[in-house]
């Protein structure tokens, strides 16, 4: 599963700045005064967007499918990506389930979901087993 959101990306015609808001995260705005620049930015703010509402426990909107030739599909960091992953797998099984199955603690199990820890690919890959999914990589 990836986890990209379609970002709005406009040039405002007055100072030819690149203007970027998220459809499905009204927080996250940003801009750059190149199309790269802005494209680095949007990246930027989404992850600190999904970092906080990871850590205040807030809702994760679910990525819609706007289309348009000014939306490009931006990804949070890695380490955002990772978290909201397992958050998804579980899919209602408990953290308490889940740490009993991988044979660890609950705070090591809460850390998969913490945006700001970097778990090694190997307790990433024991939780997506012990969720029924498979760890897939893949640069790009």
């Not at 679910?62 to 579980?90: C, F, M, N, W, Y």
Request: charged residues 30%; without cysteine.
């Amino acid at each position: 599963m990836k986890i990209e959101y379609p970002a709005q990306i406009k040039k405002e015609e007055e100072d030819g700045i690149f203007f970027v808001s998220f459809p499905d995260i009204e927080e996250a705005m940003t801009q750059g005064e190149t199309m790269e620049e802005a494209l680095f930015n949007a990246s930027e703010v989404l992850t600190l967007t999904m970092e906080y509402r990871l850590d205040e426990e807030q809702e994760i909107p679910e990525s819609s499918q706007v289309t348009g030739s000014d939306i490009h599909l931006i990804s949070p960091s890695a380490k955002v990506q990772a978290a909201l992953l397992v958050r998804k797998a579980r899919e209602g099984k408990s953290l308490a389930d889940l740490a009993r199955t991988l044979e660890t603690s609950w705070p090591s199990v809460k850390r998969l979901e913490n945006p700001h820890n970097s778990p090694t690919l190997k307790m990433i890959d024991k939780a997506a087993a012990a969720l029924g999914k498979r760890l897939v990589l893949s640069f790009e």
